[in-house]
T-cell receptor, first 114, second 109 residues
Framework: NAGVTQTPKFQVLKTGQSMTLQCAQDMNHEYMSWYRQDPGMGLRLIHYSVGAGITDQGEVPNGYNVSRSTTEDFPLRLLSAAPSQTSVYFC?????????????FGEGSRLTVL | GENVEQHPSTLSVQEGDSAVIKCTYSDSASNYFPWYKQELGKRPQLIIDIRSNVGEKKDQRIAVTLNKTAKHFSLHITETQPEDSAVYFC????????FGSGTKLNVKP
């Protein structure tokens, strides 16, 4: 199993540009989520999904969109990037859709918005 | 929503000493409390977790305690080793995960 795969690992954007961070998992996990990690602020939940066709907002959803058309994929879209979205983004999945089980993280994507 | 506070933000210990990291949470309905370790430039990985119906859990040199009344839980690492140096995150979950701000542990040889 490859686990949770994120692409790209690094990306530099200009303000106003759009992009999609890709996340795929091959463990047949129903739960998938996106976090951003900023210095001194831990991991903050952006959006999550408990199964194909179901998504919901986390703590910091503004400026981000998600969709879940398949069990395997959970892309994160930035429609109009802002410098405040400079961060490291982690995708995570779990076999437990009730959020009481281990999260398996991807390697992270470092995004810089100029 | 839930608010998780973690202390200290940095912790420096001598190899062989014990390290304790503490977290408090606000939502009494939270029922799952994991701890993640993140080495520099790596992804977070689960090291131990505890559920609300358990007061203490041990795994070799690592233990976690939970006080539901006071709404706090702690990570205890005994006989620390240089490879324990990393950032540690606590989290509380009911239907969403809320993470603490992290503790950078430095174990000096």
């Amino acid at each position: 199993n490859a686990g949770v795969t994120q692409t790209p690992k690094f990306q530099v954007l200009k303000t106003g540009q759009s992009m999609t961070l890709q996340c795929a998992q091959d463990m047949n996990h129903e739960y998938m989520s996106w976090y951003r990690q900023d210095p001194g602020m831990g991991l903050r939940l952006i959006h999550y999904s408990v199964g194909a066709g179901i998504t919901d907002q986390g703590e910091v959803p503004n400026g981000y969109n998600v969709s879940r058309s398949t069990t395997e994929d959970f892309p994160l879209r930035l429609l109009s990037a802002a410098p405040s979205q400079t961060s490291v983004y982690f995708c995570a999945s779990s076999p437990d859709r009730t959020n009481t089980g281990e999260l398996f993280f991807g390697e992270g994507s470092r995004l810089t918005v100029l | 929503g839930e608010n998780v506070e973690q202390h200290p933000s940095t912790l420096s210990v001598q190899e062989g000493d014990s390290a304790v990291i503490k977290c408090t949470y606000s939502d009494s309905a939270s029922n799952y409390f994991p701890w993640y370790k993140q080495e520099l430039g790596k992804r977070p990985q689960l090291i131990i977790d505890i559920r609300s119906n358990v007061g203490e859990k041990k795994d070799q040199r690592i233990a976690v305690t939970l006080n539901k009344t006071a709404k706090h839980f702690s990570l205890h690492i005994t006989e620390t080793q240089p490879e324990d140096s990393a950032v540690y995150f606590c989290a509380a979950s009911r239907n969403k995960f809320y993470f603490g701000s992290g503790t950078k542990l430095n174990v000096k040889p």
